[in-house]
């Protein structure tokens, strides 16, 4: 029951991530083609509604979502400055933050020793919630300063104990997302609730690191671009995108050599 209620809450973090993004796009007056939950191709069945003239797909398969801003909604972002282009691209990381913070206290609330920080949690909501209250603060300059450090982080820690020994790939998000059952269920129930937050805290914390795709390198990819550097913006974008999917194959590669 407990397995379900922590696969539940992750996909959940996920899909408020993509949808903070449309959110803040719609603020911003950006036209959206489609949004989505779940994925729903082909022959998996799927539907759709409607919200304030934006289709949103509802797939019987719930795995993620998606914001897709349309041709014109693209060049809408492109003319945005760069304090509004981080607004939305910081805003999925801002959502999970939160979603982890709730989550978090109710496992705390529910038993106080549980896993997700422990004792600390009081420190940890003591330094994120008043910045939290600076949405935009949070997004253009906390998201990439804190992914830059990160980024440093994850090299070092690649250069002191080697290449697979910092990232983790699916395989361990799926082991982290497992909850063993025990006989207590406030045991179960907290665990659940720490999973989640744990989960949705890593999914921030990956999107904040600096590197395109990911929202900290769009938003230093827009903080290049509003220098008018090309060249700069060019280099930073060919760079992020091998760095990218460089730490994606030593993520599957440590999947593999921890699970043989």
Known sequence: MFTAVTIIGILFAIVIHEFAHGYVMYRYGVEIAE????????????????WRNIPIKISVLLIGGYVMPSEQ?????????????????????????????????????????VIFLGSYLMYFDFIIIP???????????????VGSVLLGY??????????????????TIVK???????????????????????????????NMIPLIPLDGGRIVLSWINAMK????????????????????????TSDVLSFT
């Open 73 to 113: 909604g693209n060049q809408q972002i492109k003319a945005l400055d760069y304090r509004k282009q981080s607004d939305i691209y910081g805003a999925g990381v801002y959502s999970n933050v939160i979603f982890c913070l709730l989550m978090g206290n109710l496992a705390f609330l529910i038993r106080p020793n």
């Open 176 to 206: 982290m997302s497992v909850v063993e059952a025990v006989a207590d269920w406030r045991i179960s129930l907290s665990d659940a609730f720490s999973r989640i937050a744990t989960i949705s805290l890593a999914i921030g914390l990956f």
């Open 229 to 252: 550097k090309e060249r700069m913006a060019n280099a930073f974008s060919a760079v992020g995108v091998f760095m990218f999917f460089a730490l994606i194959l030593l993520a599957i």
């Open 154 to 171: 994850i090299l070092y820690l690649m250069f002191v104990n080697g290449p697979t020994s910092a990232v983790g790939g699916p395989a």
């Open 35 to 50: 949004a989505g939950i779940g994925v729903g191709k082909g022959i998996i069945p799927h539907f759709y509604v409607r």
């Open 131 to 145: 910045l939290l209250l600076f949405r935009r603060t949070f997004c253009r300059y906390f998201v990439p300063v």
